[in-house]
């Protein structure tokens, strides 16, 4: 079992950069793939980049170029730096957490792969 509590978010205007953090509580935080996921209240949830425990990174389209995910296993804190962030980025966000058995190559971004996830965090990008 793996607790996680987000913190970071806000409101930002179109253009601007916002760093969402994701602190793990539990055993082994360098085992875990890792992986932020968005979901509009009417919509399902979309991955937005992951990182496994090899450090491959895997992002959805709509964020490569803009958005970065990185983890520090010294901190068991895994984070998302948005940059250039645009109206279409609001979105409550979380974090997920898991221990994949296999080695799934580019680490994809299925929600269903992620047992675990953060209490979510709410960005808001004003055009």
């Known amino acids: 079992q793996v607790r996680l509590v987000q913190s970071g978010g806000g409101s930002v205007q179109g253009g601007g950069s916002l760093r969402l953090s994701c602190v793990a509580s539990?055993?082994?935080?360098?085992?875990?793939?890792l992986a932020w996921f968005r979901q509009h209240p009417i919509k399902e949830r979309e991955g937005v980049a992951v990182i496994d425990k090899e450090g491959r990174t895997n992002y959805a389209d709509s964020v490569k170029g803009r958005f970065t995910i990185s983890k520090d296993d010294a901190e068991n804190t895994l984070y998302l730096q948005m940059n250039n962030l645009k109206p279409e980025d609001t979105n409550m966000y979380y974090c997920?957490?898991?221990?994949?058995?296999?080695?799934?190559?580019?680490?994809?971004?299925?929600?269903?792969?992620?047992?675990?996830w953060g209490q979510g965090t709410q960005v808001t990008v004003s055009s």
């Open positions: 539990g055993p082994s935080f360098s085992r875990l793939s």
């Open positions: 997920a957490a898991d221990v994949w058995d296999y080695d799934l190559g580019t680490p994809p971004l299925f929600p269903s792969l992620f047992a675990n």
